[in-house]
């Protein structure tokens, strides 16, 4: 059974937003409900030098999806790109920011 | 061109809201109830661009409630649009907004005419959940547009470009009709509804689809329920501190300290 929670960190031109550390905190706070961790999922391109700052948020394993193509955010290879992590992590929980692209 | 605008009869942003018996809605009795205003500015921006472009042949208003909810779809009517649908079942009641995308995404697949270009509010003002427009263009099988603030359609009506506001900053995005926009505050301001065409709307044709023209059962399973709804928490007790910057400054030092027991 699902029990970890994942985390879509959410980042523009390689900045990640601060409602990202947010989600980390919940997923925290929510796994030990579960009795899961706290994962993320990193979309972008270019993006393996901010690991680093996913993990000191929180995140206990980080999925990345780097392409090119990912560069400038598109609802449709984003979505593919989150699919893809959330199959491989199969989480219980998705936390994903309101923020307005996600609109 | 037709263009679809989706209408929801909201409580209005002045009315004093109370909860319901159960505790998982609010107390509908006596509320006023308006035309979300989000709505609004997707008709007025389908009335425009009706006046202002000669292949829009057709806008209709669109509403899923209970009877009182013909109001809304009056208004719209009496704004510009040329005829309304009224989802109106206790089979459709529900909160749950993909449910009501779903419902209202079959009964735009069985307009026989077709439309290309469907407008709704950014949110609604009551759920704030804003997951109607783009649930809809996922079950048309669309691509959809949220929070736009700008709209170039081009001539031949095939493409456009929007302009929409994010966090910090302006996409601008190009895309093929048809296509689920969500209008924001900015693109156009709405009209009133002057009296002679409050009149001619009571005349306009609205057809009323029940649960026997759309058969909703699917969707809703994987959608949310309420389990309760609570008011705002009372905001906390505010006092002044009046005088000279310095005894102020002084005073609140006071208070932080013995009072707040804060610093």
Not at chain 1, 75 to 90: G, K
Not at chain 2, 45 to 73: N, Y
Not at chain 2, 192 to 214: E, G
Request: glycine share 8%; aromatic share 4%.
């Amino acid at each position: 059974m699902a029990s970890n929670i994942l985390v879509f960190v959410e980042q523009r031109e390689g900045k990640i937003l601060p409602a990202s550390f947010q989600l980390l905190a919940l997923a925290n706070e929510l796994a030990g409900a579960t009795g899961g961790q706290a994962e993320a999922c990193l979309v972008g391109s270019g993006v393996d030098g901010l690991t680093q700052r996913v993990a000191e948020g929180g995140a206990k394993k980080i999925y990345v999806v780097d392409d090119a193509e990912l560069a400038k955010y598109r609802a449709m290879p984003y979505t593919a790109a989150v699919c893809a992590a959330i199959d491989a992590a199969t989480p219980k929980i998705v936390l994903v920011p309101s923020s307005a692209p996600r609109r | 061109m037709r263009i679809l605008t989706v209408v929801k009869q909201v409580p209005d942003s002045n009315a004093t809201i109370k909860l319901a018996a159960g505790g998982n809605d609010i107390d509908r009795a006596g509320v006023k109830l308006v035309v979300d205003p989000f709505d609004e500015f997707g008709i007025e921006l389908a009335v425009q661009l009706k006046e202002k472009r000669s292949d829009v042949s057709e806008v209709v208003a669109m509403t899923l409630g209970p009877d009182k909810a013909s109001e809304a779809l009056r208004v719209a009517l009496a704004m510009g649009a040329d005829k309304g649908v009224h989802l109106n079942d206790p089979a459709f009641e529900s909160k749950n907004e993909l449910f009501a995308a779903y419902v209202m995404s079959e009964a735009i697949k069985k307009d026989a005419d077709g439309f290309d270009l469907v407008l709704c509010g950014k949110y609604n003002i009551d759920l704030d959940a804003g997951a109607v427009g783009p649930a809809m263009a996922e079950f048309l099988g669309w691509p959809h547009v949220g929070a736009v603030i700008g709209l170039e359609i081009a001539d031949d009506g095939k493409r456009f470009t929007a302009r929409r506001r994010i966090e910090g900053a302006e996409e601008v995005v190009e895309c093929d009709l048809p296509v689920v926009l969500t209008i924001d505050k900015g693109l156009v301001e709405p009209r009133y509804p002057s009296l002679p065409n409050l009149m001619k709307a009571k005349k306009k044709p609205v057809a009323v689809l029940t649960s026997s023209d759309i058969p909703g059962e699917s969707a809703a399973e994987a959608g949310t329920d309420f389990l309760s709804v609570q008011p705002p928490p009372p905001r906390p007790e505010c006092t002044f501190i009046e005088g000279e910057p310095e005894e102020m400054a002084k005073e609140l030092v006071r208070v932080l300290r013995e009072e707040a027991k804060v610093v």
